[in-house]
């Protein structure tokens, strides 16, 4: 029998509201959710939003365990000065010392970032042959963004954490540290540069669901590329996605921004609606509260906003192409 699949977030105050509404997708669609407890990693929660919380998983007679992690990142903060927070946080910093931070009973865990919602079944996961896996993640396909093994986005990761500290993952990540380099997106880079590729376990699309602020006629393209998802994948995905994942530059793949352009907006709205935050407004648009400056900023919002427009996909890849070859490369999550 499968060890059960545990959930965990890891937010500070600020994203309290898209982690409640991602749980209450979460909820909704896996009503066989077997723990009796959701994890959060709490970086500073306010105790109005922790009740909020506690409240969602009351309701479908689950609870919450906030777990303290910050001694954990703060001494590894102390002790490797050069590590960078995120946007003034360390809570996506957790997912890498998440061994160190959950009780020893977890031995399956799904990570998820709260900029996302859980729209469909996680049965499959829980299920999931791991192998000698350590680590289950999407693997991302856009070659800009390839190293010379499965490149990844970490807002979804499928811990098996036996084989994790078996296979000494924890120490790949601290010898990864020592290194020093450069680690643009702290979390996503360190979990990509330390852990080898015998230890990843490659997991379908549909669970971390990136591209759906893409104009149709240009998604499919850019999905196909490097032949890495088949045909029926990327319509699963698509069509049915697992966790649709929110992010995108200047906010364009945020529902919880005015003007976003996702196309599975209705989604993150549906279980808004069904949560303490049913009423509190939408941010005002990012391009307009936090606009590009830089001429690099500039041109790359431009080449954001081209994903979404009904142009020729082979022209946008075109120019794609050029930008990342005259312009350092964004990082997926910028």
């Known amino acids: 029998?499968?060890?059960?699949?545990?959930?965990?977030?890891?937010i500070n105050d600020f994203f309290a509201r898209e982690a409640g509404i991602?749980?209450?997708?979460?909820?909704?669609?896996?009503?066989?959710?077997?723990p009796e407890e959701i994890f959060i990693l709490d970086y500073g929660i306010h105790p109005f939003n922790k009740g909020r919380l506690e409240q969602i998983a009351a309701g479908y007679g689950k609870r919450i365990t906030f777990l303290a992690a910050r001694p954990v990142?703060?001494?590894?903060?102390?002790?490797?000065?050069?590590?960078?927070?995120?946007r003034g946080s360390m809570a996506p910093i957790a997912k890498a010392f998440v061994e160190q931070i959950v009780p020893d009973y977890v031995n399956r865990l799904l990570f998820i970032d709260a900029d996302t919602v859980v729209a469909g079944s996680l049965d499959g996961l829980q299920?999931?042959?791991?192998?000698?896996?350590?680590?289950?993640?999407?693997?991302?396909?856009?070659?800009s963004y390839r190293f010379k093994k499965i490149y990844f986005n970490s807002g979804v990761l499928l811990y098996n954490l036996p084989i994790w500290r078996r296979e000494g993952c924890p120490e790949m990540i601290l010898e990864e540290l020592e290194r020093k380099s450069d680690l643009t997106l702290p979390d996503q880079m360190l979990l990509n540069n330390a852990i080898p590729q015998?230890?990843?376990?490659?997991?379908?699309?549909?669970?971390?669901?990136?591209?759906h602020y893409y104009h149709p006629e240009q998604e499919r393209g850019w999905l196909r590329i490097g032949g890495l998802y088949t045909g029926e994948e990327i319509e699963e995905a698509i069509r049915q996605p697992a966790i649709i994942h929110y992010?995108?530059?200047?906010?364009?793949?945020?529902?919880?921004?005015?003007?976003?352009?996702?196309?599975?907006?209705?989604?993150?709205?549906?279980?808004?609606a069904l949560s303490p935050w049913k009423d509190s407004p939408l941010f005002k648009p990012f391009e307009q509260t936090s606009p590009p400056r830089t001429f690099r900023q500039k041109a790359?919002?431009?080449?954001l906003k081209q994903y979404g427009e009904r142009r020729s996909f082979h022209w946008v890849h075109l120019i794609d192409t050029i930008y990342h070859s005259l312009i350092p490369a964004e990082l997926p999550g910028e």
């Open 1 to 10: 029998m499968p060890d059960k699949l545990y959930i965990c977030y890891s």
């Open 73 to 86: 990142t703060s001494g590894i903060k102390q002790r490797f000065p050069h590590l960078k927070s995120w």
């Open 22 to 34: 991602s749980l209450i997708g979460m909820l909704e669609n896996n009503p066989g959710y077997a």
């Open 198 to 211: 015998r230890l990843i376990k490659p997991l379908p699309l549909k669970y971390n669901y990136l591209s």
């Open 127 to 143: 299920d999931l042959d791991m192998g000698g896996a350590a680590l289950g993640v999407v693997p991302m396909n856009q070659p």
């Open 247 to 272: 992010l995108g530059g200047w906010a364009l793949a945020r529902p919880w921004y005015e003007h976003c352009r996702s196309s599975k907006s209705a989604e993150y709205l549906q279980y808004k």
């Open 300 to 303: 790359y919002f431009w080449l």
